[in-house]
């Protein structure tokens, strides 16, 4: 790993995957060194935010002698999300993974996603931990608007759009699901190491 310094009351530490971010993650949350007072986990970085008695360097030799292992397994809260399985992208989906829509949708609800980390918007939650046979690309052209409550893929992630927006996941349903409300403490429903089983809504 790389720990830089971030400004002068930040650290940031570039680890070599996802899997040790998340496990650096899971090890700091649940006890983090004197000082630091807010974790930001990304996709191979997590930022460490300081309070003004923190000393970098007590944290960083911190930082250097975890065991990351033992915590990138630690399963956080479950929530269940329910799905409509009518994305405007499902049989784009189909076709670029070569499956039947039927084996997509089994795919995606039959395995337990993890939330990694968040970004790109306010309660949008990138998603881990599926099939390979679903890793798809972005669209060619992002959509100038996306529908709150859009379920996607893009390479090897998953989420939920928490609001409307721009966007150029490959859509393959809808949830009714509020995934971030303002007036809930804390706003976003999926928060960083919670699990996440999506579950399909059948017509009724």
């Not at 003004?52 to 065991?67: H, K, N, Q, S, Y």
């Not at 997509?104 to 390979?132: D, I, K, N, S």
Request: charged fraction near 25%; include cysteine; hydrophobic fraction near 40%.
């Amino acid at each position: 790993m790389r720990v830089l310094p971030c400004g002068d009351q930040a650290l940031l530490v570039e680890t070599e995957s996802l899997e040790e971010a998340l496990g650096l993650y899971r090890s700091l949350r649940r006890e983090s060194p004197p000082g630091v007072t807010d974790l930001v986990p990304a996709a191979r970085t997590v930022l460490l935010r300081l309070g003004p008695a923190a000393d970098p360097a007590l944290v960083e030799r911190d930082l250097r002698t975890r065991d990351m292992t033992a915590a990138a397994h630690e399963q956080g809260p479950l929530v269940r999300v329910p799905v409509h399985y009518d994305g405007e992208d499902l049989r784009e989906v189909a076709d670029l993974t070569g499956l039947p829509v039927r084996e997509v949708v089994r795919l995606h609800t039959g395995c337990e996603w993890t939330v990694a980390f968040g970004g790109f918007a306010p309660g949008f939650a990138y998603l881990t931990g599926g099939p390979r046979e679903l890793r798809v690309p972005r669209r060619a052209e992002s959509r100038t608007r996306v529908p709150a409550g859009a379920v996607g893929l893009a390479g090897e992630f998953s989420g939920v759009y928490p609001r409307s927006s721009p966007g150029g996941w490959q859509l393959i349903g809808r949830t009714d699901l509020a995934v971030w409300r303002e007036d809930r403490d804390p706003p976003a429903l999926l928060r960083p190491g919670a699990r996440v089983r999506f579950e399909e809504v059948r017509p009724s």
